[in-house]
């Protein structure tokens, strides 16, 4: 049963555009979420994270924002860079999506 | 620190031989998980350790596949006997204080089952 779900597996966008990463989940007490990216042959890594009691969090580039009301969550990376170019997971409650590869084409 | 440590980076075994694979979670982290990454079910939480003892083992395939955190500073996940469709990504990850929180993972162990 996949409580997190990632359902678009591949993304391509320009360098210098958004890139918007999208995640659902299902379970309503999961009460804090995170964003790790993960390049080949190496483990993921974090990137950002939100609480439940936020509805946006920003980090330089990275911005995620939380709907609770609709269980879904967005990473939006603005300007988007080439080096961005990798595997990205959500995750909550040490549950994690299958993960969006992202390309960022120069 | 020099991170999770994990090995072997690859191990090739044979259908139905034992497969042992190591980790050594980041010194003072109370919590260790195992995942497996697959193409089709992306990474799966198999088993979540903390003080050394397992809370959630729910994600454990089947019998096949045990774990052991014998200190807080070594943890083994086996697989015996091992079969092709075991063939994946194994990574294990620690945190500081529990499953809700960033964790940091290990290089990962690429088993292929043959």
């Known amino acids: 049963d996949q409580q997190v779900k990632q359902n678009s597996p591949s993304l391509s966008v320009q360098e210098g555009r958004i890139s918007i990463l999208n995640c659902d989940y299902t379970n309503s007490m999961f009460d804090y979420f995170l964003w790790y990216k993960k390049y080949p042959a190496e483990g993921p890594t974090f990137l950002i994270s939100?609480?439940?009691?936020?509805d946006k969090n920003e980090d330089g580039r990275f911005t995620v924002f939380l709907n609770k009301s609709a269980k879904h969550l967005s990473l939006h990376i603005v300007p988007s860079q080439p080096g961005d170019s990798a595997v990205y997971f959500c995750a909550a409650d040490m549950r994690f999506g299958a993960g969006t590869r992202l390309t960022v084409k120069p | 620190d020099a991170g999770v440590i994990q090995s072997p980076r690859h191990e090739v075994t044979e259908m139905g031989q034992e497969v042992t694979l190591r980790c050594k979670p980041i010194?003072?982290?109370?919590?260790l998980f195992w995942y497996r990454q697959t193409m089709m079910r992306g990474l799966e939480l198999l088993i979540y350790f903390n003080n050394n003892v397992p809370i959630d083992d729910s994600g454990m395939p089947e019998d096949r596949f045990s774990a052991k955190m014998p200190n807080a500073s070594f943890s083994t996940l086996k697989i015996q006997p091992s079969e092709p469709r075991d063939s994946a990504v194994y990574f294990c990850?620690?945190?500081?204080?529990?499953?809700?929180?960033?964790?940091?993972f290990g290089q990962g162990t690429r088993l292929t089952v043959v």
């Open positions: 939100i609480s439940s009691i936020k």
């Open positions: 010194s003072g982290h109370n919590s």
């Open positions: 990850a620690s945190s500081p204080t529990g499953g809700n929180t960033e964790a940091f």
